[in-house]
């Protein structure tokens, strides 16, 4: 059994982490596929005892799937009503995707204030270990419709690092669009070496760069995504100070999470 394999094994608290890039298809909409998988294998995992919370990019591209109207205006106001239109079809996806399991899901929108403010913050993590509690998979995003960058959390990666450490989560996965943290950007590089497990992550972003990796996790972080390498290493660093692994793992794979669980899926472990 390989690190990864271990580290799920062992967790009854898990966040899941989805970029835009991971939940959408060659279309550009959401991958309704995916999500109905991912939803399947999650259930297996409660029906262990194990407990989930969600946070979820794609409201933006999920907007733009219902406004295609609206594609090139770039207007922070355009971009914050395409997130409310979006959000509502995200969500919907997502509660399509559970139904069949017969669990119910729970939206919560954040900002950046309601990490500073004590007792927002003591709100937020009754009402999570509440929703937990009676099996409920929360999902959470952050309220892009209301957000200026005074109170942006800035990307999910963040967002999926503070929530974990909110709930005291027992790990983190980070569900992307290439199989870990490579050496080198293994779209343009052959050779490019999966590094399966980082426990200097401050010597692992010295060297990243847009060579590191691919897709939603490079530098540029794709079109809609808002993430990159950076992001990801910082949200392990985060976490990881608190005693919390991360994973980094392509979330399109099929079967994704029980091939990690199983050992056969590829990722990277980062840990103390």
């Not at 999902?139 to 690092?161: C, P, R």
């Not at 497990?197 to 760069?209: F, G, K, L, N, P």
Request: glycine share 10%; with cysteine; charged share 25%.
């Amino acid at each position: 059994m390989n690190a990864i394999a271990k580290l799920i094994l062992k967790a009854r608290k898990i966040v899941f982490k989805f970029g835009s890039n991971t939940l959408t298809g060659g279309d550009g909409r959401i991958n309704s596929t995916l999500l109905a998988e991912f939803a399947e294998q999650a259930d297996a995992f409660l029906k262990q005892g194990k407990q989930i919370v969600i946070v979820s990019s794609g409201a933006q591209v999920a907007g733009l799937s219902a406004m295609d109207r609206w594609d090139r205006k770039r207007d922070i106001h355009y971009r914050q009503a395409l997130c409310a239109v979006g959000q509502v079809k995200l969500m919907n996806a997502w509660e399509k995707a559970f139904t069949p399991q017969g669990i119910h899901i729970a939206q919560i929108l954040l900002t950046r204030d309601d990490f500073t403010d004590n007792t927002r913050t003591l709100n937020m993590r009754n009402t999570l270990f509440t929703l937990v509690d009676e099996g409920i998979v929360p999902i959470i995003n952050e309220n892009d419709s209301v957000s200026v960058e005074e109170i942006k959390i800035g990307d999910n990666d963040t967002l999926a690092a503070q929530s974990a450490i909110l709930w005291s989560a027992d790990l983190l996965v980070l569900f992307s669009d290439i199989d870990g943290l490579y050496d080198k950007n293994p779209r343009n590089h052959a050779d490019a070496q999966l590094t399966e497990e980082v426990r200097d992550i401050t010597a692992a972003r010295r060297s990243a760069t847009g060579e590191t990796a691919g897709g939603e996790a490079d530098g540029g972080a794709g079109e809609f995504g808002t993430g990159g390498i950076i992001t990801k290493l910082d949200a392990a660093e985060r976490v990881v100070s608190y005693g919390i692994p991360m994973i980094l793992a392509h979330g399109g794979r099929k079967r994704a999470l029980e091939s990690l669980a199983d050992g056969t899926g590829q990722g990277t472990a980062f840990l103390a």
